[in-house]
């Protein structure tokens, strides 16, 4: 981890600033001349060449034509779902050779780097929403491999609303804002998204995942990613396997609660992308393990759903991941637009060893992407974009089109060709061929019987879920229904939750204040209730006890002791979290020394939402001011009420009385300087049996 600024210094504080605004020097430095898009040096950039200093200004000022043209046309289209997101560059190590099964390079060949780049989404919100809108995040990776790029575009929740593409129009119409008004931004809490949730089904078990803490996550860096549909290996012999892909985060993972989500949305729209820049920038690279299952036709045919259904999963318990490498985050983009924005995915890109299935999801998007790109990138050159193009070799007798940028030489732009041997050649034994698969039947537009238990793996989700996460899940069906103005769209959807099962239902009428049983909506499909509960589906069944890549948030005032602020940050860091102090003032308080205890954030701009853990280390003075502080307050109720464990130095009991804090096994008295004990409780994670004590459950 990068050396941070000491945290206090013995500065008289009226030395802080200096009276004469010298905080305002500019950087110095020789710089290189301004130039037009033309290469020309520019004399002045900030007048318009006018006739006398107060007449027209002429056309013929080609340096201000030229600026303001580019200015216009600097947006293209954003993403029509995606389009919030946030990315770095890295690399893919393969720790465990898949050869046998595969006959790509970036799957058999152990100990090589592939530089990659990975994008992490929202879906609904438009590229200014907030990062902690509850929805699915886009988990998308571009490896640059030897042999051409490959795009593993994946969510963090391993199944999807539908089961084929050509209803993915209408789910995204539905959730996105509504058209005639142009709101709710960035959720599903309205009408639209829940009539037609309500009317289909199939989504219902990617309901139940958007319902729960995983839709709400803490970081990117702290999220599972999965590939979703069923893709082939296919290896030297061409023999296929199926396989399903899966990321898991070294940190763990860990979510928000709802209340926290909503008030991160304020305090901080940019709380994922900060957090993973942050995160690379200081040193502490991100990192998941690539896992993948494995699994034959044998399996394929007797499992109890179909494997090309994109709504269903393979439990762990079932089929177990295995470990086959590592990705890791290790540099920021240089330019947001250039890469973040012009990065272009498309489930298409793939490699020689790696195949699609009969996934009609799977197919549709086939279709999609490259299309979408052409939209948005402006032509179907986007490949030669830096952030797009492959790390290997390009050749073919594609030609032209907007915003080429090769000028390939020679007379022949086509095959086959004889006038020069040295033109490319396809190659049949190392390029690219299908699997093929043996298929036979009539054309029909259907959907497949084996698709139609759209009920039983959505309970197989919910009573996988540890009590607090089943409860998040009601209560989040309860929010977002409460949202819904017409009552029949929230009947409905009440009727599918007693498809599920009967109990969940009425808990969700519970609080929505309907009496009374519910009725089941139609179906011709029974429920399995045999199916065993798969713990690996939930999040703190498996959470790991650490604070590593956590924040730490230290609230300090006028009389803090310096030494207990410095103890507690060295002790956070050296488990591998990083601290932040807030102070009322973001120049820093006074310590009981006299110095200066540097701040990160003023007590407004830094609420607790933005912190795993909070220490209140403060003295008796510093309390007195902040009891009467309406935001030192909040910090504090807040972090209690998100089941926060907080640390706390003797001095600052009045202020958290004031808090309404009930001390509880979450609620640790620093005592002399050692923090360790705090940290040791908030690696813990929240303290969830506080959570009824703090808000309804239903
Ligand atoms: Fe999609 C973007 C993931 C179904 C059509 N999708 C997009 C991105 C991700 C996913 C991560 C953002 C990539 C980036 O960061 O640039 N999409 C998924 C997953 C799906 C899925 C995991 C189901 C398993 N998508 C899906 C379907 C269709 C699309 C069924 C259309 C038939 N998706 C698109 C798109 C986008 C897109 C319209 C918008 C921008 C883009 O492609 O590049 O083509």
């Known amino acids: ?26 950087a110095a430095g020789t710089h290189p001349p301004m130039t037009t898009n033309q290469g020309g040096i520019v004399a002045d950039d900030e007048n318009s060449l006018k006739i006398g200093e107060r007449g027209p200004v002429l056309l013929e000022d080609f340096a201000l034509i030229e600026k303001l043209n580019h200015f216009n046309h600097e947006r293209i289209p954003e993403r029509v779902v995606h389009a919030r997101g946030a990315a770095a560059h890295g690399f893919f190590e ?70 084929d593409a050509i209803k993915f129009p209408d789910l995204i119409h539905a959730a996105k804002q509504e058209p005639d008004r142009g709101f709710p931004q960035a959720q599903t809490a309205h009408d639209t998204f829940w009539d037609w949730a309500s009317l289909s089904p199939e989504s219902t078990h990617m309901l139940m995942w958007i319902m729960s803490d995983r839709a709400i996550p803490r970081s990117f860096r702290m999220m599972e990613g999965f590939g979703v549909h069923s893709f082939r290996l296919i290896n030297d012999a061409g023999t296929s396997t199926y396989v399903k892909f899966h990321w898991r985060p070294k940190l763990g993972m860990q979510s928000v609660v709802w209340d926290e989500a909503l008030k991160i949305s304020g305090g901080d729209p940019d709380f994922h992308r900060r957090d993973l820049w ?63 924005e012009q990065v272009a995915f498309c489930t298409t890109h793939v490699v020689p060893g790696i195949d699609f299935t009969n996934d009609p999801l799977l197919q549709g998007r086939n279709q999609s992407y490259l299309d979408t790109q052409i939209t948005r990138l402006g032509g179907p050159n986007f ?101 819904v103005q017409t009552e029949a769209v929230r009947l409905c959807l009440m009727g599918r939750l007693a498809n599920v099962d009967e109990a969940i239902a009425k808990r969700v009428a519970n609080g929505l204040g309907y009496e009374g049983p519910i009725a089941k909506a139609p179906t ?18 498996k959470a790991k006890p650490t604070l590593k890549g956590r924040l730490v948030g230290c609230l300090v005032a006028d009389g803090t002791d310096p030494k ?49 853990t909070i220490v209140l280390a403060l003295s008796a003075e510093g309390t007195a001011m902040l009891t009467k502080e309406a935001a030192a307050v909040a910090f504090v109720h807040d972090a209690f ?37 705090f940290l040791q409780a908030a690696a813990k994670g929240r303290i969830w049996p506080r959570e009824p004590t703090v808000r309804a459950v239903f």
């Open 383 to 483: 490949a030669q974009l830096p952030i797009n193009a492959p790390r290997c070799p390009v050749r073919n007798f594609q030609r032209d089109g907007h915003m080429q940028m090769a000028a390939p030489k020679g007379r022949v732009s086509y095959s086959p060709s004889s006038l020069d041997s040295t033109t490319e050649r396809t190659n049949p034994t190392i390029g690219f061929k299908s699997f093929p698969a043996r298929e036979a039947g009539d054309k029909l537009k259907v959907r497949s019987p084996t698709f139609a238990d759209h009920f039983s793996q959505a309970r197989l989700f919910f009573f996988s879920q540890t009590e607090p996460e089943q409860n998040h899940i009601v209560s989040a069906f309860i929010f977002e229904l409460s949202k």
């Open 641 to 677: 009420a998100h089941l926060k464990v907080i640390g706390h130095s003797a001095e600052a009991k009045a202020l958290m009385d004031k808090a309404g804090v009930v001390p509880d096994a979450g609620v640790v008295a620093i005592k002399g300087k050692d923090g360790t004990a």
């Open 278 to 340: 942050n995160a690379i920038n200081i040193g502490s690279p991100p990192e998941w393990e690539l896992a993948v299952q494995l699994f034959d036709e044998e399996f394929a045919t007797s499992f109890d759903f179909d494997i090309l259904d994109a709504t269903k999963l393979i439990p762990e318990e079932v089929i177990p991941l295995r470990v086959i490498g590592r990705m890791v985050l290790d540099r920021n983009p240089d330019n947001y637009f250039a890469e973040t």
């Open 564 to 612: 207990l602020v410095t103890a507690v940050e060295e002790a956070a860091v050296k488990m591998g979290a990083e601290m932040k102090v807030i102070a009322p003032k973001v120049g820093g308080a006074k310590g009981s020394d006299g110095g200066l205890i540097r701040a990160d954030f003023q007590l407004a701009g830094g609420p607790s939402v933005l912190f795993d």
């Open 524 to 541: 011709t499909v029974a429920v399995r209730t045999d199916l065993k509960p798969s713990p690996m589906l939930s999040i703190l069944a």
């Open 94 to 163: 393969l720790t465990d050779s898949l050869a046998e099964f595969s006959r790509a390079k970036i799957l058999s060949e152990v100990g090589v780097k592939t530089p990659l780049f990975a994008r992490f989404s929202t879906v609904a919100g438009n590229m200014g929403s907030a990062d902690t809108a509850r929805d699915v995040r886009g988990f998308a990776v571009k490896f640059y491999t030897q042999e051409g790029n490959w795009d593993l575009v994946g969510n963090n929740i391993p199944v999807f609303f539908i089961q």
């Open 1 to 26: 981890m990068a050396k941070q600024k000491p945290r206090t210094a013995v500065i008289p504080v009226n030395e802080k600033v200096g009276a004469g605004g010298e905080l305002h020097q500019t």
